[in-house]
């Protein structure tokens, strides 16, 4: 199980890296956290070890989907005013009940 999450986590943090560089979207400290955590995933998914490192890495990862939408959707318009400040609300108590409890 550990093997799958660090592979599911790798994966996503490698599509995240190669999607953000291609838009433009990267800058050296975005590059930097992800080659960080790329490599952290592939050292859990390679080994199979660290299970509760493995699993707090994971855990903090419960933000990233409201961030996603909210980076996504923040310069669409007006029609998407109310979802963007409910994600980012959402993003906001997420990332400290995760990151920073």
Not at 20 to 41: E, K, N, P, Q, Y
Not at 43 to 53: Q, S
């Amino acid at each position: 199980r550990v093997a799958l999450a660090g592979l599911a986590f790798a994966a996503f943090i490698a599509a995240d890296l190669v999607i953000s560089g291609l838009h433009g979207m990267a800058t050296l400290d975005h590059i930097v956290h992800h080659i960080a955590f790329l490599a952290a995933g592939l050292v859990i998914r390679g080994h199979c070890i660290l299970p509760l490192n493995a699993a707090i890495l994971l855990a903090m990862e419960a933000s990233t989907p409201f961030l996603n939408f909210m980076l996504l959707f923040r310069n669409r318009g007006e029609g998407f005013t109310l979802a963007v400040q409910a994600t980012g609300v959402a993003f906001v108590l997420m990332f400290v009940a995760f990151r920073l409890v």
